[in-house]
């Protein structure tokens, strides 16, 4: 007998099998029990999460002679064992992505008309349904609407925005979830138990994590590494070489490279990958997943209990964290989710990797707004020696003053005040970065009575202008609280700043009462404002 895959040799065969899709398993095992059996069902879902799998069980228990209590088939009768063993006359699939011609859809109209050979149903499994031409949705719609009583018609999808409303609104729909990392990781270890294969518990969780949510893909995956090294333990650094992966060493070294803008240090660990045969666009997927595990260290005390990695590695990622502020790491994140998705499709994969990671190596060359807030607070640092420094020009009298004895809340109308002479207020600050920035709010006073900058989030400009003012050093909003500083000085109380992005697609101008286009069309004067 012939090989077969282990995610066919364990596919479910009842419900109590099926891993991470309780809530629908319940469901269609309530309307077995009760008789209340829809006539058509669309199953949705990434890849790999149980829709085929989920679809074969439920024409098989809905055919079972002999069904449990709860609904679920008994595996034993005639019917059962036909739909195990893939004879049974009753469940007819068919894959869209090669029959979606309008042809196709009529044959599936024309079998309707004649009844089961045996059992109560027929059961139409319509796999990649969004596959079907239109003229084929067409052909389909009244047959969907009104089937036979022994007709039901599953359909799976992976893109369900794709299929007409009318389609839509004819099935019962439900979606299928991606799978916890833990659900298929304890799957991973049920199978290779029933194998007889030895494995570390690091490799499955790492095989378990490559499955992105995919159980199939997951197991596939295990298969593989079990075939790379047939009849031997499999360890970590085994599942890493039959995968084409990375220990996680060469993550932390290449991250130093890039915090250090070290840009032939990088380029060598690319090499490295390359030599050792890795695949580049699962280092990329990897890398990714590294920085979400510093995103997570650099967000708050405790997170260490999320990451599932060795003391040694969690304190070589916490040490990377005191050099990495959030935007920054933000920035990193979402270039290399870009440079991922180039991947799939580019047959140059070393090229593309070695102009993303140059480009995380030097933010210059970039012109998007994550990577000018990395250069700005770059630059920013090495002005200031490694410190922040306060950009106002408030003496150092004033600023003992300050100091000294705290200043009363200001009211309204000094708010007010403050605000209608904007340009002439941030003229005298002496960080043209941070009077840029400025320029670039709309200035208006909250309901509160305090001074509110508004930020439009729909323009790169203004999204890196307002990064700027609401970025966190040892958690604190630095130049916030050195902004409310300078005009606290300059008021002569308390000033507080409230920092508003505007999410919607109505410009900030329409949504918000600017105090300073209202002093300049009483005074009839232009304030402008320059770009960078």
Not at 84 to 99: F, H, K, L, T, Y
Not at 190 to 215: F, N, P, Q, W
Not at 263 to 292: H, K, M, N, P
Not at 322 to 350: C, G, H, N, W
Request: charged share 25%; hydrophobic share 40%.
């Amino acid at each position: 007998m012939s090989y077969m895959a282990l995610y066919r040799k364990f596919r479910p065969r009842e419900f109590s099998q099926v891993r991470g899709q309780d809530h629908i398993v319940s469901t269609l095992k309530n309307q077995i029990s009760t008789g209340r059996i829809g006539h058509a069902y669309l199953f949705v879902g990434t890849r790999g999460t149980g829709k085929t799998t989920m679809a074969k069980l439920f024409s098989k228990a809905l055919n079972c002679e002999n069904p449990m209590e709860d609904g679920s088939p008994c595996g034993e009768c005639a019917s059962c064992r036909g739909a195990d063993s893939g004879s049974s006359m009753n469940v007819i699939e068919m894959d869209a992505a090669s029959n979606n011609s309008v042809d196709d859809v009529r044959r599936i109209i024309e079998e309707v008309s004649y009844p089961p050979t045996e059992g109560r149903y027929k059961v139409y499994i319509i796999d990649e349904v969004h596959m079907l031409s239109g003229a084929a949705f067409n052909a389909l719609l009244k047959t969907l609407e009104e089937p036979p009583g022994y007709v039901i018609f599953i359909l799976a999808t992976t893109e369900p925005h794709k299929l007409p409303v009318t389609i839509l609104s004819r099935c019962q729909r439900y979606d299928f979830h991606r799978i916890p990392n833990d659900v298929i990781e304890a799957r991973l270890r049920e199978l290779t138990e029933a194998e007889g294969v030895e494995i570390e518990d690091k490799a499955l969780a790492y095989i378990a994590r490559a499955g992105d949510g995919s159980m199939r893909d997951a197991i596939s995956l295990l298969d593989q590494c079990i075939a790379f090294y047939l009849g031997e333990k499999l360890t970590f650094d085994k599942a890493l070489y039959a995968l084409g992966a990375v220990d996680t060493d060469i993550f932390s070294r290449l991250t130093r490279c890039i915090i250090a803008h070290d840009v032939a240090g990088a380029i060598a660990i690319i090499d490295e990958v390359v030599y050792q045969g890795r695949e580049l666009s699962r280092f990329v997927t990897d890398l990714v997943w590294y920085l979400r595990n510093l995103m997570l260290i650099k967000s708050g005390e405790g997170m260490e209990e999320a990451l599932d990695m060795t003391a040694d590695n969690i304190a070589r990622l916490r040490e990377e964290a005191k050099m990495l502020e959030l935007p920054v790491i933000f920035t990193y994140i979402r270039q290399l989710s870009d440079l991922s998705a180039k991947l799939r499709f580019s047959s140059q994969k070393r090229v593309i990797t070695e102009i993303g990671i140059i480009s995380l190596c030097r933010p210059g060359i970039k012109d998007d707004p994550g990577a000018i807030l990395d250069r700005l607070i770059t630059i920013e640092d090495k002005l200031n020696g490694g410190f922040y420094e306060s950009p106002m020009v408030a003496s150092d009298t004033e600023k003992q003053q300050i100091a000294r004895e705290p200043l009363p809340d200001a009211m309204p109308k000094e708010v007010e005040d403050l605000a209608k002479r904007w340009q002439v207020v941030i003229a005298g600050i002496d960080s043209g970065m941070m009077r840029t920035m400025l320029s670039k709010a709309l200035v208006s006073v909250s309901p509160d009575g305090h001074l509110m900058l508004i930020y439009d989030m729909s323009q790169p400009q203004q999204r890196t202008a307002l990064e700027y003012m609401v970025y966190v050093r040892d958690e604190k909003p630095v130049n916030k609280l050195a902004l409310e500083e300078y005009l606290s000085a300059e008021a002569g109380a308390s000033i507080t700043v409230e920092i508003k992005g505007n999410d919607s697609s109505v410009p900030k101008e329409k949504l918000y009462t600017s105090i300073v286009d209202t002093i300049a069309r009483a005074t009839g004067t232009k304030v402008e404002v320059e770009d960078f």
